[in-house]
T-cell receptor, first 114, second 115 residues
Framework: AQSVTQLGSHVSVSEGALVLLRCNYS??????LFWYVQYPNQGLQLLLK??????LVKGINGFEAEFKKSETSFHLTKPSAHMSDAAEYFC????????????FGSGTRLQVQP | GAGVSQSPSNKVTEKGKDVELRCDPISGHTALYWYRQSLGQGLEFLIY????????KSGLPSDRFSAERTGGSVSTLTIQRTQQEDSAVYLC?????????????FGPGTRLTVT
């Protein structure tokens, strides 16, 4: 079965610092990979996705992620954190087996310190 | 255009009562999903509709949970004889049937509290 592991339930960075949120998945075939962001009391918003093609994908708000098959990873980065980036971030997968449901990681809460 | 909407935004109910949660997907989206978000279990898939059919209902936790979709649009998630462990935020998402079927757009959720 697919599983998604997010290392670090809480990450704190200073404003302007690099953001790195880690995600590893278990799969025998490359799945579809996603990062979602959730602001307080709101639904989930798609940040970026990897399906096929270029392994470095760019999303909204300056975020990007790189699919590394050899490491089964899909880490999320942003060069310079902004206060408005404070939120919870979820990595998710859809296995390439015809299923459509997302399997989510446990989430990482990002705090941005002034 | 309008996004996914859910109602009510908050629902408080007594243990043992039945509740209905509603989801209006994005217009033209043929696929609809229900997920549950709780402190103990994180984000869990419940059921997936393609049109009015539910080819994947593997995430429904018990037979107290059911869902239907009519007219390929609105969906209702029903929880019978609610229990305290049903307290959670219930999220609905929709996606297009076309090549971007995997892009799921989420509603704001319904927060259910069972007292």
């Amino acid at each position: 079965a697919q599983s998604v592991t997010q290392l670090g339930s809480h990450v704190s960075v200073s404003e302007g610092a690099l953001v790195l949120l880690r995600c590893n998945y278990s799969s025998s075939v490359p799945p579809y990979l996603f990062w979602y962001v959730q602001y307080p009391n709101q639904g989930l918003q798609l940040l970026l996705k990897y399906t096929t093609g270029a392994t470095l994908v760019k999303g909204i708000n300056g975020f990007e992620a790189e699919f590394k098959k050899s490491e089964t990873s899909f880490h999320l980065t942003k060069p310079s954190a902004h206060m408005s980036d404070a939120a919870e971030y979820f990595c998710a997968v859809i296995p390439d087996t015809g299923r459509r449901a997302l399997t989510f990681g446990s989430g990482t809460r990002l705090q941005v310190q002034p | 255009g309008a996004g996914v909407s859910q109602s009510p935004s908050n629902k408080v109910t007594e243990k043992g009562k039945d509740v209905e949660l509603r989801c209006d997907p994005i217009s033209g989206h043929t696929a609809l999903y229900w997920y549950r978000q709780s402190l103990g279990q994180g984000l869990e898939f419940l059921i997936y509709f393609q049109g009015n059919s539910a080819p994947d209902k593997s995430g429904l936790p018990s037979d107290r949970f059911s869902a239907e979709r009519t007219g390929g649009s609105v969906s209702t998630l029903t929880i019978q004889r609610t229990q305290q462990e049903d307290s959670a935020v219930y999220l609905c998402a929709s996606s297009s049937r076309s090549g971007t079927f995997y892009e799921q757009y989420f509603g704001p959720g319904t927060r259910l509290t069972v007292t």
